[in-house]
């Protein structure tokens, strides 16, 4: 007798990116492994993470884009009111005012703005036309830089600068003219010592340190040469899964978050680093086509500004390890230890999903 188990529904996912998304999943888990000393706490903790991380994807692919859009301008004001209240009444951890306590939980507003800022910006401009006009940017400027402005203040430089850039990604999708987007630059270069002048002691060191890390070897640029140090003594093969010396031997910083890369690089070589970028690239290419099939402005918008944002994520983590870009505290995405970030991030993959998945619906 052939007995197969059915769902009392259809559960609506995309085939290649939960494949991808599940083989990350794996690759995280073995490189955590090593980076965190063997520890088996740090892997069960990672492994509750992802599955939690994955129902969210997985409930959020169900919700149709329609609703996703309607529901756009009530998720902002929930996130800036949040983000008000953090700076009020947060919870103060390692410098930083990010977290608010809700009894058992605390939440950190700043990631569901990583979501609400380009729903909301999207929505915007897909309501007032494409291409958009001065006022609509206007407006659309306003709803970046609010936000960004009131996670900076936390302080949180490096959350704040990628939510800045997933708004101004829809901005260009949206096909703002070349004249704009020159004049933009050439204001913010002019703008750059106001900038300098407001930023934290620590902002300012960090800065310095990328330029010549080599200054300060055993304080602000030890980050940056040791992880240097490990990418580099990994060679073309690696030296072994378990086997990196810069992290086991305690030299390397932050392995398990914002510097997990350096181990990975260290102890899988250059063969291993190729495979994950291309790993990276078939998933942000898969993102791209359902940006480009997506059949609707508002979900073409937030496709791919979500995508693209998704590989400025990856582009910062490494240009930071490989000392390319300063450290900003941006953690490799799908990889380094971390729930809220996780859980973000793959709840914007549930966000692709439903785009590609209700446009086969209407296909139909």
Request: glycine share 10%.
């Amino acid at each position: 007798m052939n007995m197969r188990f059915r769902l009392p529904f259809d559960l609506r996912f995309d085939k290649p990116l939960l494949l991808a998304l599940l083989t990350f999943a794996v690759v995280s888990l073995f490189v955590l492994y090593s980076a965190s000393g063997r520890n088996l706490g740090a892997v069960a903790s990672q492994v509750f993470r992802y599955v939690l991380a994955f129902a969210v994807m997985l409930a959020i692919a169900q919700v149709r884009p329609e609703t996703m859009r309607r529901y756009s301008p009530h998720l902002f004001g929930i996130g800036l009111v949040a983000l008000v209240a953090v700076l009020i009444a947060g919870e103060i951890g390692k410098g930083a005012q990010r977290w608010l306590s809700l009894g058992l939980l605390n939440i950190q507003p700043s990631e569901m703005m990583k979501l609400a800022v380009p729903m909301i910006v999207s929505w915007w401009i897909a309501r007032d036309g494409i291409p958009p006009r001065m006022r609509s940017l206007l407006i659309a400027g306003g709803l970046i830089v609010v936000p960004v402005f009131l996670i900076y203040e936390q302080p949180d430089l490096g959350t704040s600068i990628m939510i800045l850039a997933s708004g101004l990604i829809v901005l260009f999708l949206a096909g703002i003219s070349w004249k704009f987007i020159i004049g933009s630059v050439v204001a913010l270069a002019g703008a750059l010592p106001l900038i300098w002048s407001h930023m934290l002691d620590y902002q300012r060191a960090r800065v310095m340190t990328f330029l010549n890390p080599e200054s300060d070897p055993l304080g602000r640029g030890y980050h940056s040469i040791q992880s240097m140090i490990a990418v580099g003594s990994g060679g073309f093969f690696g030296k072994g899964w378990l086997d990196s010396s810069q992290a086991h031997l305690g030299y390397l910083p932050e392995r398990t978050t914002d510097f997990v890369f350096a181990v990975f690089a260290e102890e899988f070589g250059l063969l291993g680093v190729l495979l994950l970028f291309a790993l990276y690239g078939f998933l942000i290419g898969r993102c791209m086509m359902i940006a480009y099939y997506a059949q609707d402005a508002y979900s073409r918008l937030l496709a791919g500004a979500l995508s693209l944002t998704f590989f400025l994520y990856f582009f910062v983590n490494i240009g930071m390890v490989t000392g390319l870009l300063p450290v900003v505290g941006v953690p490799l995405p799908l990889i380094s230890y971390g729930g809220s970030s996780l859980v973000t991030l793959l709840a914007g993959f549930g966000i692709l999903m439903s785009i590609q998945t209700h446009r086969k619906i209407i296909e139909h």
